[in-house]
Nanobody, 124 residues
Framework: VRLVESGGGLVQAGGSLTRSCVAS????????LGWYRQFPGKQRELVAH????????KYIDSVKGRFTVSRDIATNTMSLQMNNLKPEDTAVYYC??????????????????WGKGTQVTVSS
């Protein structure tokens, strides 16, 4: 499984960015997809998810109305459109499933797959 995020960068407050994610070894056609972000020194948090079965989406309150998650089955990509960005959105953003893609190790513990993520920096 390989997840590759792109589309990060530096933007001024109020600006927009589109994050994209391409998966190999995993299909975005089924299951629940998610975008996560991680602030320095903090755990990753789920920002948005998309239920592929019915197309419904859910967002955390702080991004509701500003972020939109979508997917393209033909290219096996998912996207996160981020509008009206705020300095507090500055973080590293990751795509994954919800819950994150994992396999069991021989010892029984879970091994999670994550991409490298991309930095989004919003200046005030």
């Amino acid at each position: 499984v390989r997840l590759v995020e792109s589309g990060g960068g530096l933007v001024q407050a109020g600006g927009s960015l589109t994050r994209s994610c391409v998966a190999s070894g995993y299909t975005f056609e089924i299951g629940t997809l998610g975008w996560y972000r991680q602030f320095p020194g903090k755990q990753r948090e789920l920002v948005a998810h998309l239920e592929t079965a019915d197309g419904s989406t859910k967002y955390i309150d702080s991004v509701k109305g500003r972020f939109t998650v979508s997917r393209d089955i033909a290219t096996n990509t998912m996207s996160l459109q981020m509008n009206n960005l705020k300095p507090e959105d500055t973080a590293v953003y990751y795509c994954n499933a919800d819950p994150p893609i994992a396999v069991s190790s021989p010892g029984g513990s879970s091994i999670y797959y994550w991409g490298k993520g991309t930095q989004v920096t919003v200046s005030s």
